[in-house]
């Protein structure tokens, strides 16, 4: 059986959730090819994250290539070394020009690649984001981690909480085009604005998903900023980055830095105290999900409509719901409490 948020989410016992994440480790070593054998049904999927070399998006070919198995799938990882809608638009044409059965794509601008997908499509590849999507019109269907209002709230409590309900926060995001992180940062802004009057968030800068660039806007930040009480990144490169700074000067214990992380890059800093809490989804199930998703498209089995069904294996039976979104399930809180019990 494999570890899953949702079902830990769902109230599993918190020795199940950790005898579960153990035999559920992530094999991170991604690569460009996830390898496979050709299938006898011909069914080719293809998955293209923001970049290569983000454990988060390492994760998540563990659980697309494992899906992709079991489909009796060929399966590839490609990708840009820099998270580029233009970096990403060359995979996407070879990927059509391949007579690839899907493409499974984390969007890194959700314009700028929407003329190769749609070419794509033409060419009769079924198109699935992941993770960061397109507009809806380039794409049949989006798989969704979270949803937008849950993340931004779960952000929203966790620096409010951090920091005594008030002061100067700053927001370090990813790619100033990042679908995922725009649509949660301006949720974030305006659930932080109704529900916290004494917090004031002053900033939003962005590291691309680069983890020197993330460090180097952090340091920034506290310069620009001598009274800031708090960061929140909603992107694990940047909280990495961000937690590695301030654990490592004066800042640490006096300002905050919490949002959406990997268990494992991020608990060096829940053990030395920098960092108290943050959250994530976990990346292999929305994989999965995904794969399994581009499997039932590809082979004809749903058509992307509202009301659709499918079964994502040992994750259960999914609904398409409106706009063609299929939701994974809700994000999931890591402190000192329960970060030993995960791995990946
Ligand atoms: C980074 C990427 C990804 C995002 C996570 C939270 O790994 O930006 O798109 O979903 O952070």
New binding site residues.
């Given amino acids: 059986m494999k570890f899953s948020l949702k079902r830990a989410a769902a109230g599993a016992a918190v020795t199940a959730v950790a005898a579960l994440a153990l035999t559920g480790c992530a094999d991170t070593s991604g690569g460009e090819s996830g390898g496979g054998e050709a299938a006898s049904g011909d069914l080719s999927i293809t998955l293209l994250p923001?970049n290569l070399g983000?454990p988060?998006?390492d994760a998540s070919e563990v659980g697309a290539s494992a899906a992709a198995e079991d489909l009796g799938a060929e399966f590839e990882q490609v990708g840009p070394t820099e998270?580029t809608p233009d970096g990403q638009v060359s995979y996407i044409n070879t990927a059509a020009q391949q007579g690839r059965s899907a493409l499974v794509v984390?969007a890194n601008d959700p314009n700028a690649i929407c003329d190769a997908l749609n070419e794509a499509r033409d060419a009769g590849t079924k198109v699935v984001t992941f993770?960061?999507d397109t507009n809806t019109d380039c794409r049949d269907l989006f798989i969704n981690?979270a949803d937008t209002a849950g993340i931004a709230k779960v952000e929203g409590d966790l620096i409010a909480e951090q920091i005594g309900e008030e002061g100067q926060v700053a927001i370090l995001s990813?790619a100033a085009n990042?679908t995922?992180?725009n649509a949660w940062n301006d949720a974030l802004v305006e659930y932080v604005t109704e529900t916290y009057p004494d917090i004031e968030i002053v900033d939003t800068v962005y590291g691309d998903?680069d983890d020197q660039k993330s460090f180097d806007q952090t340091a920034a930040l506290l310069s620009k900023y001598p009274d800031l009480a708090g960061i929140v990144s909603?992107?694990?490169?940047g909280i990495a980055a961000a937690a590695r700074y301030v654990s490592d000067s004066d800042f640490k214990g006096e300002v905050a830095v919490t949002g959406?992380g990997t268990p494992n890059q991020m608990r060096e800093f829940i053990e030395d105290g920098t960092v108290e809490a943050f959250a994530?989804w976990n990346p292999e199930d929305l994989g999965t999900l995904a794969t399994y998703a581009a499997g039932a498209l590809a082979a004809g089995d749903i058509e992307g409509a509202e009301g659709d069904t499918f079964t994502a294996g040992d994750l259960g039976e999914y609904t398409v719901g409106a706009d063609g979104v299929v939701l994974l399930g809700d994000p999931f809180v890591f402190d000192e409490s329960n970060i030993g019990d995960f791995d990946f």
Wanted: aromatic content about 10%; proline content about 5%; hydrophobic content about 35%.
């Fill in positions: 923001k983000n988060y998006f998270a984390s993770d960061s981690q990813a990042a995922n992180q998903d909603p992107t694990t490169v959406l994530l």
